[in-house]
C-alpha cells in the first residue's frame, strides 16, 4: 500500500532531537483534513512510496506518548488536539498508529529556523502553504468559528423555549465539536442515547453530593433525541444529543414563585456545569472521541435583573449585584483528558458564571477540589 494525502509511513518513532519533523507531520494531517501517521513501516527503496516491511517500533510507553502530544501542543501554533494512538501488534512487532483529526483551527504553523511555516499534504508529499493558501486557510478558519457559534446558538435556544412554560430562569450549556461527527453514520439510537445520559447524570464525580437517579424518557427530534424531567407538570431539566454529536444540558434556576425577584440558587449554578461536562464526556466517547468541543453557557430569562444567592455564615444570603445582562461563556475543551483537569475546568466555568453575580470563588460545598483519575 503506497502513502496518500491522509496516510504516512515512519520507520522508527520520532527521536528528542528531531520534534520539529514530528511537529511538522502532524500540521501537515491537520491542514489537510486529517490523516494517520504510522510508526513501525518501512517504505520500499523503488521510490514509489510503498509500505515494504513491518519492522516494529520500541520504547512505545505512557511517557513516549505524552511527550509526542506535547511536542503537537507546544510546537504548533495553534495547538493541534484530539491525536489518538493505537498500538498495534504482530506477534513480537509493534506498530504505533497515530491518527490527526480534521483541524478547524487551521492553518497550523510550525515553529523553525527562526520562523513559521504552514505544512500541508500533497500525495505522499509534505509541502508548504502560500500567500493564497493561507489566505484561504485563515478564512475558513473565521467561517468555521461563525458557522459553530450560530450552531450552538440554535441548540440551546431551541432546546429552552418550548420547556419555558412560566417565569422563570433557565441555565444552558450547549456543547458542540470542532469536526461534526460526519452525517454518513449511523444515526443515533434510543438506546444509545439513554445509555449515556442514564450514566452521566446517575453518579458524577465532581459533585459532593451526586444524584440519587433519573428518569429518561427519550423523545425523537429532528436528527437527535432529547429527554425532559419535569416537577409538578413543569419542564425542570432538559436533555439533548444530536446526531452530529452536538449536545444540550439545560435546567430550570428559578426559586419559588413567591420570590418577589428572580432569585437564582447557588447549588444550581454548581453542579449544572459538573453535569454537562460529565455528560459531554460520555457522549463524546460514543460519538465523536478525537473532537474537541467548544462549550458555550448562557443565561435565560423571561425578566431582568436576575440575582444569584449563595451561602454566607452557613445561611442562605442574596448577593447585591444583579446580573442585568449575561456575558455567555465559551471554552474549548477536550472531553477525554483526566477527570482532575475536567474538574478544573468545571470550577473555572462555575467561577465565570458566578462572578457575574457578585460571587468569588466556586464552594467546596457543592464542588470537590480534587478527585482522583
Known sequence: MRELDDLDWKKALPVKERHEEFAKDVAAMANSGGGMLVFGVQERDDRTSAAGALVGVDAWNDN?????????????????????????????????????????????????????????????????????????????????????????????????????TRPQVWLSLTAAPTTPRPSYLPRLTEREFSTMVSKALVWNPFVVVSPTGVGIEPRPRYRRWTTTDSFQGVSERAVEVHDDGTMVYA???????????????????????????????????????????????????????????????????????????????????????????????????????????GSEQPSNIYLHRTISD
Open 251 to 357: 435546567v430550570a434556576l428559578h426559586q419559588p414563585p413567591d420570590a418577589q425577584e428572580l432569585d437564582v440558587h447557588p447549588k444550581a449554578l454548581h453542579e449544572a456545569p459538573a453535569a454537562a461536562v460529565w455528560l459531554l464526556r460520555h457522549v463524546s466517547a460514543a460519538l465523536n472521541p478525537s473532537s474537541n468541543y467548544v462549550l458555550r453557557v448562557n443565561l435565560h430569562s423571561d425578566a431582568w435583573p436576575v440575582y444569584f444567592r449563595t451561602y454566607e455564615r452557613s445561611r442562605l444570603a442574596r448577593r447585591h449585584s444583579p446580573v442585568v445582562r449575561f456575558e455567555p461563556v465559551e471554552l474549548t475543551i477536550d472531553p477525554q483528558i483526566t477527570k482532575q483537569r475536567l474538574l478544573d475546568l468545571v470550577r473555572t466555568l462555575v467561577a465565570d458564571i458566578i462572578n457575574q453575580g
Open 64 to 164: 513516549e506518548e505524552r511527550r509526542l502530544r506535547q511536542v503537537a501542543y507546544s510546537v504548533l501554533q495553534p495547538p493541534v488536539h484530539g491525536l489518538s494512538f493505537r498500538e498495534l501488534t504482530d506477534g513480537d512487532v509493534r506498530a504505533v498508529a497515530l491518527t490527526v483529526p480534521a483541524s478547524s483551527d487551521a492553518p497550523h504553523l510550525v515553529w523553525s529556523r527562526d520562523k513559521f511555516t504552514a505544512p500541508i499534504r500533497y500525495g505522499a508529499q509534505t509541502e508548504y502553504m502560500n500567500e493564497r493558501q493561507l489566505e484561504d486557510a485563515y478564512a475558513a478558519r473565521r467561517q468555521a468559528r461563525t458557522d459553530l457559534a450560530t450552531r450552538l446558538q440554535d441548540a440551546a435556544t431551541n432546546a429552552v423555549l418550548p420547556l419555558a
